[in-house]
């Protein structure tokens, strides 16, 4: 599953660099409010790549990158619990 969800992130990631220059926009002179309508869409742009970067802190970071073997997960991880030695501040009772 992380594989096909890697390659699904990476789908987004190229949708959203291909439609970031609105090429198909170049030669309107159209203006919303005032406002060109092609800086109308980097506005929209750039709202929806705020909401996808959101997504993908919230639920992906680190994909295909760290790794998900428990073992190594393990070594890295601080010991838990009050026998670990690792208090705060003090001496050990």
Do not use: K, Y
Request: net charge negative; with cysteine.
């Amino acid at each position: 599953m992380p594989r096909l969800e890697l390659w699904g992130w990476l789908a987004v990631a190229i949708g959203l660099c291909a439609l970031a220059i609105p090429w198909f926009l170049w030669n309107d002179a159209t203006l919303v409010a005032g406002i060109p309508l092609w800086l109308w869409w980097h506005v929209g742009w750039m709202v929806l790549a705020s909401i996808v970067f959101w997504l993908f802190a919230q639920r992906a970071w680190g994909l295909g990158i760290e790794s998900t073997g428990a073992d190594s997960s393990d070594e890295r991880r601080p010991p838990r619990g009050r026998d670990s030695g690792a208090e705060t501040g003090g001496e050990t009772r």
